[in-house]
């Protein structure tokens, strides 16, 4: 599925991915793509198979992970290459941003050394101009006094700053695909926010494709322009994001955002909105559709047949196609009361 | 002056009300100040109480003291200075004091990996409170039974005694960290975070057991987290920190559709948008979206990285200001777009609006500055 | 940092001192009479008497302690009762030697069991094989192995000098035992912490870096395992600056462990006493050395910084 209105190739071209953790399977079957230049928010919970999917994307999972199917990007096929050839190539074509910055920073080496590495290594820089480099990458992130940043060491710095040095890491050779896995999620809502800014301020002036993890809707709603739902290791929605918070048709992604509008805006008191039971843990497979346990629209359909992505209903003005669930009863119409999953506690 | 409490209907009547004086508190602070050895200021001429059969919210970031106050609660820590009283007694010094005291507490911390130690297993850990307060029930196979029970009313009905925390996620272990916390039948519930390390779909569930327990028990209720809307729907009173300080208290409504406190206002506004036609931070080059005009004021919170060129490794919530320099300021002048010079030169007292609510601030929000 | 340093210095000037008063209390509380051990065989009781005045071991303890310690203060160890030498001129020339042998013992098992950690981690194949190695190391007493060590090179294929001495040529097997002794330590130092780094998050960061594997393995995952390695090497080297009484018995290597072993058999008290704090000192200096090492390596570790 191409996203129109890019004219170069998407950032990221993910097709029939599986990844298999030995008998545990995370990742079933997923196709997505990160058109050039698009933020794509990739949402999920715990066990939803979302990190394995971005970590199986940049080739960052273990050797004991099996992962099948095609990964391209910026055009490339990558999912062919071996680790060496891929090595080579990879930090001008992706940048990685974890989600914990101190422990993704190593601890005994300055920030700034590490930075620089990036340019050291792939762009044939000397010790001097890397780390030139790296200082200009830093203030690229807006950190003030960059310099003396670079001089420090990873717990030294709060928890916004290290996720600033992992964006200018991530970002240091512009690559067409930055993957972010959860990068706002431990910070604190003020730290988040201008985290959030300075992405707003990079993607004016960088243009690059980011696929976003996240759980949090608030941050789906502020960044993304595609959202991308994973639930038991399927994508069980993918739309426009305006769209998919205008007119959720799966039932999951209608209980995610009826959850965050009711915490924002229930009366005080009164019992939080919730999806009933819990996700699947790892391994657990039934049969049929994942959150059938959870669904109030379940029919026996559901417990027979996994239901694959389609299209969902075509409006005016939206191309058919574009917006995608995995469902046998989608919703077809906006979100109304008489949608929503059970609110019972 | 401890934070107000309107009426709430179903808490039993605390007591006959003389006129103009608040209900008795189970908890109070009274201009504690906690130093910790270093130098830190983690707490700073705090006021608060928490009403007997009431709650009251702590809201703030890291760094604003908000974790220092539950560890006072629980007695794991003793104030520098001021009065910190439980039932209007002095919390005692020495463990052997604090017990009868905190076999009225229940607690609920944040990390639920960290909080239930692995190596018992879960009936163990359930029924401890128990056996250290020497209640009955602790043992065998009275215990067996009385934690099968609490376990089945905090949504485990039917687990395996037997079995290890290793074995529940995130939510499950919160849970059996719930039902500990109640088994002793304490008067008074200290939640931390508990819901901040979980999924967002397993919050909700969360929550909802907490105020179940709190209202079927009668409990007072002290609520501590990050989140501005989760307060806002769990406690009656909040009360917002930063760097150490009480900046505002009031009703949970009014904080949240009014503040008076610069700092609760940008609280709020760096909560992400509900709607991506809402979207406000990440505004520049967001493509085609129509985005919503952010005014100069808009009131986001300007970047700690500015206290960092200063030479500080600020903490969004405040803490790691310069020391003696900032005691005589408002603790927020430094990031608070209205600030000016009164600010960086005084120390702006808690000023009661009225019976509700109180703010440390020289030139409040009016009313409906916050849609 | 500097604070940190000098309440290193403080506190280990008050450990040597500590051990000074533990070690002259124990002289007196093992049997035995110096007398008798300088003049065997005399026989007459105001002989010994006389004897025991000239080494002043008839005043109280008290003041023999206040003593001990001017002269320690002045530099002055004592004289041997047996060979009529000061203390301070025997241990010299003695401390080099065994020195000599320290460094090269610390050499050889950073050597080895460095080698055999990184086998360890890098190769599947080769971790049960370095723990049978480990263990097997582990469980031989270090006599067992000097001397099977001797008997095998020196006395069966003769590539090894037999009689004592402290050359190079003596220095292999001696160095050798040590090395081997000490190597599990460091080998399990050394896969426990490159483990650690390599699952860390860190590396996966490095790897998304598009950084080689020799380069992580050289630029990050090494130098987090240096600040324990450091650790061990000071108190490695502290412990065999004491004495390595074993081996050179063994090997008859003359340093002041077999000093101290021959005075100690000869009563002869002011060379014990002057071993034990010779030996202190060695192992609260390079306690000290490694801290401030460390402290360079790991910038976690410096306080106040």
Known sequence: MRIAGAGNAPALEISGLNVRYGPVHAVFDACLTVGAGQVVALIGETGSGKSSLALAAAKLLPNSAAVTGQVSIAGREVSGLDAGEFRRIRAGLLGCIAQDAMASLNPVVPVGRQVGEVFAVHAGMGRRQAAEAAVAALAQVEIHNPAAVARLYAHQLSGGMRQRVMIAMAMALSPPLIVADEPTTALDVSTQAEILRLIGELRARVRCGLLWITHDMGVVAELADWAAVMYAGRIVEVGPVERVFDAPAHPYTLGLLQTRRDLRSGPVGAPLFQIPGSPPGPGEDPGGCPFRPRCPRATEVCAEVDPGLEPVGADGGLASGEHRAACHHPAAAPAGPADAPAAAP | ?371 | MARAVIRRLVFGLIAVAGVVALAFVLEFVVPGDPAKAIAPRAQSPAVLAGIRAQLHLNRPVIVQFADYLGGLLHGNLGTSYVQRQSVASLIGPRLLTTGVLALAGVVAEVIIGGALGILATLFGWARALVGAVNLTLLAIPIFVLGLLLLLVFGFRFGIAPVTGGAGPAQLVLPALTLGLIGAPWYAQIVADQMQDSLASSYIRTAVSKGLSDSYILRRHVLRNVLSPAITMVGLDLGAYLSGVVTVEVVFVWPGIGLLAVNALHDLDRPIVLGTVIVGAVAVVFFNLVADVLRMFVDPRTREGV
Do not use: W
């Open chain 2, 1 to 371: 002056m401890t934070a107000h409490l309107p009426s709430q209907a179903g808490a039993p009547a605390a007591g006959p009300e003389r006129a103009g004086s608040p209900p008795p508190a189970v908890i109070a602070f009274d201009r504690v100040s906690k130093r910790y050895r270093g130098g830190r200021l983690a707490l700073d001429d705090v006021t608060l109480g928490l009403p007997d059969g009431g709650s009251l919210g702590l809201v703030g970031e890291s760094g604003s003291g908000k974790t220092t106050c539950v560890r006072l609660a629980l007695g794991l820590d003793r104030p520098t200075s001021g009065r910190l009283t439980f039932n209007g007694a002095a919390y005692p010094a020495g463990r052997g004091g604090l017990r009868p005291l905190r076999r009225q507490i229940g607690f609920v911390l944040q990390d639920p990996y960290d909080s239930l130690d692995p190596r018992m297993t879960i009936r163990d850990v359930v029924a401890e409170p128990l056996r250290i307060h020497r209640l009955p029930g602790g043992r065998g196979r009275a215990a067996d039974r009385v934690v099968a029970g609490q376990l089945a009313a905090v949504g485990l009905p039917g687990a395996d005694l037997r079995s290890y925390p290793s074995r529940y996620s995130g939510g499950g272990r919160q849970r059996i960290a719930i039902a500990r916390a109640l088994i002793g039948s304490p008067s008074v519930l200290i939640c931390d975070e508990p819901t901040s390390s979980l999924d967002v779909s397993v919050q909700s569930q969360i929550v909802n057991l907490l105020l179940d327990a709190r209202r079927e028990r009668h409990l007072s209720m002290l609520f501590v987290t990050h989140d501005l809307d989760l307060i806002g729907r769990v406690v009656d009173t909040v009360a917002v920190m930063y760097g150490g300080r009480v900046v505002e208290t009031g009703p949970a409504e009014l904080i949240r559709r009014s503040p008076r406190h610069p700092y609760t206002r940008a609280l709020h506004d760096a909560v992400p948008a509900d709607h991506p036609r809402g979207r406000r931070l990440a505004s520049r080059g967001a493509g085609p979206l129509e985005t919503a005009g952010a005014g100069g004021d808009a009131g986001a919170v300007p970047p700690a990285s500015q206290d960092e060129a200063a030479g500080y490794a600020a903490e969004p919530g405040g803490a790691g200001q310069a020391g003696a320099a900032a005691h005589e300021s408002c603790i927020f002048a430094s990031r608070c777009p209205r600030a000016q010079d009164r600010c960086r030169d005084e120390r702006p007292p808690m000023i009661e609006e009225d019976a509700l609510r109180s703010y440390a601030c020289f030139f409040p929000l009016p009313d409906g500055a916050h849609g």
